[in-house]
């Protein structure tokens, strides 16, 4: 059973445009973070966001956890061609024992 | 502070072997997870790690299995290799990794099974 859905699989877009990610779950998140991962690289941690309704910025990247903790977007403004990676939003839940569930990324490509 | 060292990062073995993967963790990290991250299924959670106890499982057969030792490294071993096992093997480290804590990957191992 995929407890957290993400989406769009893939995104290519040109320099300067503007994306959303998702990320959904039936469950509740007791935290979610969002990754990023270059091609011959593990994942780098980008944001952790625990309270329902947080908005956190990192530069041109805005995230955002819905009120009911159970999905979550991120959002980049200004596409850049260095944007270009996997980003991977990563839950624990409740019930899940700690664990931390991923989703099944969002391959995006920026093109100059 | 040197990261996550992952050994070896490339392996080729064949359907019925067994492998073993090494992790080194960042100094201080007492939380050793692996993760195996296929283009089909994504990353999937394979076990965690915490002071030489394995702490959590995720829902992989017993063929897979790891262990911790004393300075915090880890292995993790897949018996009985299956042309499915192809994946890259991630190994994060944390300082506790309960609740939202920060884990750090490794650059994973590449195992190609033949």
């Known amino acids: 059973t995929q407890l957290l859905e993400q989406s769009p699989q893939f995104l290519s877009i040109q320099e300067g445009e503007n994306l959303t990610v998702y990320c959904n779950s039936s469950s509740v998140f007791s935290s979610l973070q969002w990754y990023r991962q270059e091609p011959g690289e593990g994942p780098v941690l980008l944001v952790t966001v625990v309270t329902g309704g947080e908005v956190k910025k990192l530069k041109r990247l805005t995230f955002q956890f819905g009120d009911a903790r159970k999905d979550s977007s991120l959002h980049i403004t200004a596409a850049q061609p260095g944007d270009t990676g996997l980003y991977l939003c990563a839950g624990r839940f409740y019930n899940q024992g700690g664990k931390l569930i991923f989703g099944q990324g969002t391959e995006l490509s920026v093109k100059p | 502070k040197a990261g996550v060292t992952q050994t070896p990062r490339y392996l080729i073995k064949t359907r019925g072997q067994q492998v073993t993967l090494s992790c080194s963790p960042i100094s201080g990290h007492r939380s050793v997870s692996w993760y195996q991250q296929t283009p089909g299924q994504g990353l999937q959670f394979l076990f965690e790690?915490?002071?030489?106890?394995?702490?959590n499982k995720g829902n992989f057969p017993g063929r897979f299995s790891g262990r911790q030792f004393s300075n915090s490294r880890s292995e993790m071993n897949v018996s009985t290799l299956e042309l499915g096992d192809s994946a890259l093997y991630l190994c994060?480290?944390?300082?506790?990794?309960?609740?939202?804590?920060?884990?750090?990957f490794g650059p994973g191992t590449r195992l190609t099974v033949l």
């Open positions: 994060a480290s944390s300082l506790a990794a309960r609740g939202p804590d920060t884990q750090y």
């Open positions: 790690y915490f002071s030489e106890t394995q702490r």
